[in-house]
């Protein structure tokens, strides 16, 4: 563990990517091969999906398995290091920690309490302590985030602007309690605020609320509206959206979707914009904090 | 219309309680009724308890017969009057406007469009507007709001106290944007923000998170914190707890409840300190904004 990995040429350094649920992993190790650089997945057991990881090379692990991670990612020649995929805050019991870990586990305790931030920005800390470089899936594949402006055929009219407004302004005021990155704002009202149920679940909210005609505005009105918490490591753990978040909006009777670009990963941007256009709802990368583009 | 009732000598005037569900009206009507003043329920349809509502004067109303309210109101001699009891922000369809209420109709629009303090205030305004005295229930029986320190015997540990303190600057950052009243926190972590699904759904949320394995921190941890929004008319929808809330936070696996002394409404205290030590939970009023009381 003497020699440090940053030591190495970069020439040769292959990526470690350390692979959740979702399609995001494999558009990133697609993108980084593209790129000419190989790649290894780490996939992790009950996230990764095992069908995609067995055409990559890769290697099973389980959430806590830091000593192996290092040990397996330097005899593949790995310097950097990238999360990516949905892992949902892990219960105690779903992690099998290892003896590097166990040596660790005071600093973990102390990460453990507080918000996701807390402890992703720690995970982050910790692998660079080890020798290793933590890359944000923007630096390999800057294609993998969210544009400025609409995916899709559909724009927010001048009401979908002010709830976007609106929602980017309470982000901005939870931040710094480290809750959710997402909120569902209609002319006005606040219909949820995220927490750690995400993004699938908060919308299926508004769809029962819905239901029960505990929402004054009509089918067709709000906007979900997500953001990297302030503060938050691009590297790890940035908002996302997919297919299933655009059908998520439309079951809940939005009008659309806005997320910050730049700071947003899109999985299969043609399938958001067509889904988007077939529930002629909008998607739309906005600026952070400021009023709604375009 | 001309005669402003509230230019009546103050001595024969009646007290009309519009009244919600739940057993707060009830127990502020009897609490009146033991200070001396005849009241009269209006008891809005679909919420009010008509078992209960029969053993007083009473009225059925639709919400939205504001004509009609006020013309009975007066002929029954009231000039002051309180709204209590739950009442979920109503879905227009659930309205029966009559034609006094018509002719506020623009008025009652630009209301609409906002949260619900908005939406509130200017009911109490509207009120006021047509010559009634609005009074909160503190001004009626001060003894139905929550006092300082713990119903029950329990009372919040150090770790329980700085979940209180974290949940109320949640709700002092998030009271601008009009959301719920309440939010939980459970070492640190913050589980749910209430939106318009209200008290109980937020904590059966938190329930099956607990379920599923998203939480981090294990039974017996966390809190309910509420408060009332900052500028909310206290005579209008102060936050409520009853034995329900403190069943739904047993349920939801937490320490306790905590609530802002004074500013919070509590139905059936005897019932909520029985039911709190049946649940090994605390339930204590504290100061908004400060350090956990006691």
């Known amino acids: 563990m003497n020699e440090r990995l940053s030591d190495r040429p970069n020439g040769d350094a292959a990526l470690a990517i350390i692979c959740g649920a979702g399609s995001l992993p494999f558009a990133l190790a697609d993108a980084a091969a593209s790129r000419g650089r190989r790649v290894v997945l780490f996939a992790l057991r009950g996230w990764a999906d095992p069908k995609r990881v067995a055409a990559y090379p890769h290697h099973w692990t389980w959430m806590g398995q830091f000593g192996r991670f290092m040990r397996i990612a330097e005899s593949e020649g790995c310097r950097d290091v990238a999360f990516i995929g949905t892992v949902t805050r892990p219960s105690l019991w779903n992690i099998r920690p290892d003896l590097r870990v166990m040596r660790l586990m005071p600093q973990l305790v102390r990460l453990y309490r507080g918000g996701d931030d807390h402890l992703q920005s720690g995970i982050g800390r910790l692998i660079e302590q080890h020798g290793f470089r933590l890359l944000g899936p923007k630096d390999i594949a800057p294609e993998l985030t969210m544009p400025a402006g609409p995916l899709g055929s559909r724009t ?139």
Chains 1, 2 share one sequence.
Not at 189 to 218: C, F, H, K, W, Y
Not at 236 to 262: C, N, Y
């Open 156 to 294: 927010p009219a001048e009401r979908d602007q002010a709830d976007i407004r609106r929602g980017l302004a309470l982000l901005n005021a939870t931040s710094p309690f480290d809750i959710g990155q997402a909120v569902v704002v209609a002319e006005n009202q606040v219909l949820a605020v995220e927490g750690p149920e995400g993004t699938d679940a908060a919308l299926a909210r508004v769809a029962e609320l819905r239901r029960n005609g505990r929402i004054r505005s009509l089918m067709g009105t709000g906007v979900l509206i997500k953001a990297a918490k302030l503060g938050q490591d691009h590297r790890i753990d940035l908002p996302t959206i997919g297919p299933q978040t655009v059908e998520g909006a439309a079951a809940a009777g939005l009008a659309g979707i806005a997320v910050v670009a730049g700071t947003t990963m899109i999985a299969e941007p043609e399938r958001i914009a067509s889904a988007a256009d077939r529930a002629k709802l909008f998607v739309v990368g906005v600026d952070s904090g400021q009023p709604a583009v375009p």
